[in-house]
């Protein structure tokens, strides 16, 4: 299974993105979707996560701000981004879990996408 995330750029302050990160293989559940960040200098952190039953949860500091959104049916998770701020800077990762099949069994997966720059800069 590989994540293939896209979207990332340069926008100033108070301006908008979308992310978007596309799961393939064979993929026969996904589980948990989430958006992660890290900033020069400083740990990953959880940006926005969604469950298979729809259930959501964002870090306090991104809350009104971002939207994060799930296609099943494409196997993809988007990100929305509106009111962009400087501290939003990092590379952006998409991590996804679920079962995927062999061709004989079904096994567990929990990958990561090769990240996305998002900066934010007048």
């Known amino acids: 299974v590989q994540l293939q995330a896209s979207g990332g750029g340069l926008v100033q302050p108070g301006g908008s993105l979308r992310l978007s990160c596309a799961a393939s293989?064979?993929?026969?559940?996904?589980?948990?979707m989430a958006w992660y960040r890290q900033a020069p200098g400083k740990q990953r952190e959880l940006v926005a996560g969604?469950?298979?039953?729809?259930?959501?949860n964002y870090a306090d500091s991104v809350k009104g701000r971002f939207t994060i959104s799930r296609d099943n049916a494409k196997n993809m998770v988007y990100l929305e981004m509106n009111s962009l701020k400087p501290e939003d800077t990092a590379v952006y990762y998409c991590?996804?879990?679920?079962?995927?099949?062999?061709?004989?069994?079904?096994?567990?997966?929990?990958?990561w996408g090769q990240g996305t720059l998002v900066t934010v800069s007048s």
């Open positions: 969604i469950t298979t039953g729809g259930r959501i």
């Open positions: 991590n996804v879990d679920g079962t995927y099949y062999t061709g004989t069994i079904v096994k567990l997966f929990d990958v």
């Open positions: 293989g064979t993929i026969f559940t996904i589980n948990a």
